[in-house]
């Protein structure tokens, strides 16, 4: 699935999202939690990024950040060239409709209140479409997902959890969004309906141009459908390449131990499994150096010492591990 170089639709440039943290009795600022730590990536046009990592890593502080719900500290998004973090006015309608999400299905997510017909016309009513053409719209969107018109009046939760997250999917539909942040969409639903809600994914993407940044923790899943994945680990982004390289060729430790974690990996048949140790550590007191090196069976004392940085191993692949080299060696 991979693709030649594209043109460029969304860029993070330094990106650091930090949460406040305080203590004592007057609640006072006494450090940061570093959720997104100085991550740089783009993502192309018309192409599906895969972001991979541990729950805790910042995948989803990521995605929020690109929503504008989480206010960065440092960095910027450019969304077709503009940083969306300093968007206000027109300019940021338009953002709010270009980019759109689709959240992992919970019970709490659809307002119980709402039948379909104004679950997927909320948005279009917020941006003043009036009746008809919002009811024209809503039939249409339907059947793109794959609902039937004769639901149109039932509420949320008369839905099963594939249908819901079809109903999620057509919200995010509604104002014909050009990208979308899709954070652990299938993650709650049974194997059989996962394939379905990835398939209807993909050919959305074929038949509206939809660019996604693909959240997931499950690695089968993200190789799926990725064109490009990148691994995070506590804030950092540490690997980045085509789909393809990453599961043949993963360079980083750390990616390697999260593939040979996937149940019946066929690709690390031959290489040694490897367990990952140990929780992973708190972003409140990163390790020095390496963030991974603390469960790193490769490290040495350079990884306390100095920061890897994320550097072109291979044209198109970045590993950020002072040992890439050697990692793919062992690996193989
Ligand atoms: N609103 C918040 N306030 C404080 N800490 C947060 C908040 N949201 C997330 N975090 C912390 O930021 C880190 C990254 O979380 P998250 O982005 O949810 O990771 P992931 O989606 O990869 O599981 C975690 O340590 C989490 O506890
Ligand atoms: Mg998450």
Redesign the pocket.
Known sequence: MSRPEGETLLELRGLRTY?PLHSGPLRRLSGW?K?VDDVSFAIRRGETFGLV?E???????LGRSILRLERPQAGEILFEGEDILAAGGTRLTTIRRDIQAIFQDTHGSLDPRMNLRSLIGEGLAIQGVGRAERDARVEQLIEVVGLRREHLDRYAHEFSGGQRQRIGIARALATRPKFIVADEPVSALDLSVQSQVLNLLSDLQKEFGLTYLFIAHDLSVVEYLSDRVGVMYLGRLVELASAEDLYADPRMPYTQALLSAVPGSERMTGRPRILLTGDVPS?ITPPSGCPFRTRCWMARDICASARPELREVEPNHWAACHFADEARAKAA
Do not use: D, E, I, R
């Open positions: 949460f939690l959720a990592g729950s805790g890593c910042g995948k989803t502080t972003p």
